[in-house]
């Protein structure tokens, strides 16, 4: 089948059996505006089912295109529940096509919690498990291969409350001693130009009983091996993965 | 003084500026909206305040075989104004460029007429987001057809018809080789449309006029009240490598080739744009805002604003 491999895909939280419904039957999802992530836009929204699916929980298992959005009051949405508190906030309704099952499901390993992941068609095709999806940077993409194919169970992006907000750790491990955090230092291509969620503070790590290991993007581009080699010490040294 | 950058974001992967899917797959100025929206939280994170959006936002929406997108500017009322309330927090200030078959010259009625479709598409987009008299619609005179001062009689004709509210939107730009300040002047004469200055244009088509003259002239005609804009962009001075290919084998040859004078530069050359400013401030041209048209688009903008900061920190200070 040919199909657009940067299409962008919004993969959102499912998780309860009457909004499954809402979707599968009239073609709907729902994201508050105060809650919507830094990329709403995309061509398709993937669905990450929670524990309540039964056999299909914790995995993306459907995807459907999407045909529009529009914002409304979360009562026109669901009349039924006018007295809902937040019944007068605003909502954006993602209209979508029919429900479309992926050829295998994308399991998360960590059965993480997980909110909003930007991705692209072709990534959500090919994924095995939800940290195949995510976009990094070159070196961050090519850390993760490595993890990957030698059997790392690295959770990407994993959040981590900051001193004011979430921020993100690259490449997370829990290890039998404590959690590794594995930082891919980029520079950015034009100084100035920020991530999208602030990279957490190697003191808010700390703080949060985090093991900061920052590895340098020109080290990972000449000597892949060998931060590999490295994160595997600092894995050693906390006692070994979980 | 703002920088702003056109249409497509570079700094962040896969951040679109429009929904560009084909007509089957019912692509919807909804969608686009949407892009829109995380491009101004993209803008608002790098403190970005001018920016050019996409003239496709509303896919197919003047092409006569497909009546079913016409309606889109009025289905999303409620979604423009949203992102339109998102860039006033944000003082953003907002233009749409249509690509050049938007020809308001053409000797051609239908292609005209639908060029004008599209016009008055892109302002009622611009009206129903509150964008302030700032946001304009920049057009280009379009083709001289073997006859210049018919093609600019056609244009201001033409101009005179439009609807009210496309009229108050639009801005003319000088072109690289037929139409030059001059000629956009005359234009300016008779209807009153606010010019905007392109420097590289210029370069290359000054028509006899000074630097300093064609960019007054041009500062001049904007409304009282209202900021001008200009474009602005280096020339390119790297090689480039062309593909060719051979009708006949099928093989594709790589060729290196000087580049043209009218090319756009990846980034702003900064020395280049520091004179130019000096240049209009001592000159008392007063202030304008300045939409970059540079390859590296919101790359350049971050580069060149570093320059700034490095090279002319007094002149461009806060920028």
């Known amino acids: 089948m040919e199909f657009d491999e940067m299409a962008p895909v919004l993969v959102v939280v499912m998780n309860n059996l009457r909004d499954f419904e809402i979707a599968r039957t009239e073609g709907w999802y729902r994201i508050p505006v105060k809650r919507a992530p830094s ?61 479309q099952k992926l050829p295998h499901p994308v399991p998360s390993r960590r059965l993480r919690r997980i909110t909003f992941i930007p991705t692209t068609l ?30 790392l169970p690295a959770e990407r992006r994993y959040l981590v409350m900051g001193e004011e907000e979430e921020k993100e750790v690259d490449f997370a491990f829990f290890c039998r001693k404590g959690k590794l955090a594995v930082m891919c230092d980029e520079e950015p291509l034009i100084s100035g130009l920020m991530r999208e969620r602030p990279a957490v503070q190697d003191y808010e790590l700390a703080a949060a009983g985090w093991i900061p290991l920052h590895i340098d993007a020109d080290a990972i581009f000449r000597e892949p091996q060998r931060c590999l080699e490295q994160v595997c010490r600092a894995i050693e040294e906390l006692g070994g993965l979980m | 003084m703002r920088l702003g950058f056109a249409v497509k974001v570079l700094g962040q992967p896969n951040l679109k500026s429009h929904d560009s899917r084909r007509w089957q797959n019912n692509p919807h100025l909804s969608v686009s909206l949407a892009y829109v929206r995380d491009i101004f939280l993209y803008l608002e994170r790098q403190g970005i305040t001018m920016y050019r959006l996409s003239s496709e936002l509303a896919p197919y929406v003047a092409h006569p075989g497909l009546p079913q997108f016409h309606n889109q500017v009025d289905e999303c009322l409620q979604e423009l104004e949203a992102v339109g309330q998102m860039a006033q927090r944000q003082g953003l200030r907002l233009s749409f460029h249509p690509p050049s078959y938007v020809n308001l010259s053409s000797p051609d009625e239908t292609l005209a007429s639908r060029g004008t479709r599209w016009l008055t598409t892109l302002a009622r987009i611009l009206d129903a987001m509150g964008a302030g008299p700032e946001g304009v619609v920049v057009v280009h005179i379009g083709g001289a057809y073997g006859n210049k001062r018919l093609a600019l009689e056609r244009f201001a004709l033409r101009w005179e018809k439009l609807p009210e509210l496309t009229r108050r939107r639009l801005a003319l730009e000088n072109d ?107 000159a008392g041209l007063g202030d304008f805002d300045v939409m970059l048209e540079a390859k590296a688009k919101d790359l350049a903008l971050l580069r060149l604003r570093d320059d700034l900061r490095k090279f002319a920190p007094e002149e461009f200070d806060g920028i």
């Not at chain 1, 524990?51 to 529009?70: L, S």
């Not at chain 1, 939800?130 to 030698?150: H, M, Q, V």
């Not at chain 2, 062309?242 to 043209?260: E, F, I, M, N, W």
Request: net charge positive.
């Open chain 1, 39 to 99: 990329r709403l836009g995309a061509e398709y929204l993937a669905f990450y089912q929670t524990k309540t699916f039964g056999p299909e929980k914790w995995a993306i298992n459907y995807y459907a295109p999407v045909k529009r959005y529009r914002l409304v009051r979360r009562e026109e949405l669901l009349p039924q529940e006018a007295d809902h508190p937040r019944a007068r906030e605003w909502y954006y309704k993602v209209e979508i096509g029919p429900l």
């Open chain 1, 122 to 151: 072709g990534k959500l095709l090919k994924a095995r498990e939800i940290n195949d999806l995510w976009c990094g940077g070159e070196a961050e993409e090519i850390l993760w291969e490595l993890f990957r194919d030698n059997g």
């Open chain 2, 176 to 282: 690289d080789s037929r139409f030059s300040v001059a000629d956009i002047g005359w234009v300016h004469k008779r209807t009153g449309i606010p010019l905007v200055f392109d420097y590289l244009h210029f370069l290359n088509n000054p028509d006899g006029m000074e630097l300093t003259e064609a960019l007054a002239k041009c500062l001049q005609s904007w409304p009282e009240g209202v900021r001008p804009k200009i474009h602005f962009s280096s020339p390119r001075t790297a090689m480039k490598l062309v593909k060719l290919s051979d009708t006949a084998s099928g093989q594709v040859r790589r060729k290196a080739r000087p580049p043209q004078t009218t090319e756009h530069a990846d980034f702003i050359n900064p020395f280049e744009f520091i004179a130019f400013c000096k240049m209009a401030k001592n």
